[in-house]
DNA sequence: TTATATTTGACACATTTAGTCAACACTAAG
DNA sequence: CTTAGTGTTGACTAAATGTGTCAAATATAA
């Protein structure tokens, strides 16, 4: 089960609304929604982001999680994850610091 | 400029093979071998692997480079895109615990 | 029953990605 | 100059993925 799904249903049901009202609040289909809570379907960053406005949310962590989330999924099964995202850790650092 | 294109680049040319002979022993057309190299297109990592056994190289680095650089891709001009790594990384540190 | 909420699957549409091919430019050798 | 070898480019098609739509099924409660 995916952890941004999880915690935008809860923040959902914390506002009391139902799918079908905050998928129409943020323009998509019932079943999108219903599929991305659930792990079904990956979120967009921008869904993500009027659902964190949407439900008052700090969008934030929401978009650390969606990206988080997109990273594992590149990572499936791979042996070597760990030592990938140390890489592209390093890399990273690497690239801000010079402002590639 | 990709990181992993320069390296199999530079293999390549360290066991003496021309793109065209390269090509032709892992099986793709030349034109997506150069782009590859170049980095105008993304490796996939059944190449990469092939790529390795061809050049006989160290299959385990190159993978680590590849998963790397399409973790990058993902985090591309995100703010937070080491907020992501680290909470990534974590994740995966207690699903392998976890063996989930 | 009636109403509301969620889930499911089939389908079409669009975008992305992968692969094919021929032509181009450059260099070195004959 | 011609030939052969090198790498690069762009146009095109095909395959794969992603996204959105819809209707029906299921569930729960009033």
Redesign the pocket.
Known sequence: MSTLGLKL?EL??QSG???????MQV?????????M??G???F?KE?VLKLADLYKANSHKLVIDFLSEKLLYDLEDEDFGLEALKVAEKQLKYKKQKNV
Chains 1, 2 share one sequence.
Do not use: C, G, N, T
């Not at 323009?27 to 599929?35: T, W």
């Open positions: 249903r959902r049901e609304l139902s799918l079908r009202k905050a998928a323009d998509i289909d019932v079943a999108i929604l219903s599929k809570e659930r079904e379907r990956k967009s869904l």
